[in-house]
């Protein structure tokens, strides 16, 4: 499968919470950064246990914003609503013969930093999309 395909089956599968589908789409020894929260996530299990943790794994709905890949990197915007909160996340997946081997993702929420004072003369506020 090119690595598009198994990166929005990834997103489809992680909305269905069809955690073995989403291990069948994860390399063993894949490497998960998560730099905002400052974790590394080592090996197939431990990134299916966190991200079936009931604490991580609520019924929110997963939209895939933008998708665009180059080779075997896949960068993907999508965004989780929960009751108090958007997240959005923007990952950096590689993928090498059928399978997600690293990642890089960037989790936030929309206006979480506030802006600065001094650029208030410079910028306009940001509506989400």
């Not at 929260?37 to 080592?42: F, L």
């Not at 019924?59 to 960068?75: M, P, T, Y």
Request: charge should be negative; aromatic fraction near 8%.
């Amino acid at each position: 499968m090119e690595p598009l395909k198994v990166v929005a089956h990834l997103w489809e599968r992680i909305e269905a919470r069809d955690w073995d589908a989403v291990a069948g789409l994860i390399a063993e020894d894949a490497v998960i950064e998560w730099p905002v929260s400052g974790e590394r996530i080592v090996g197939r299990a431990n990134f299916i246990a966190v991200i079936s943790d009931d604490d991580y794994a609520d019924e929110s709905s997963v939209e895939v914003l933008r998708i665009l890949a180059d080779g075997d990197l896949v960068v993907t915007e999508v965004e989780m609503p929960e009751d108090h909160v958007v997240y959005r996340a923007v990952s950096l997946w590689t993928v090498r013969e059928g399978l997600i081997v690293g990642a890089r993702e960037y989790w936030t929420s929309p206006g979480q930093d506030p802006a600065p004072r001094w650029r208030a003369g410079y910028v306009e506020p940001l509506r989400a999309d």
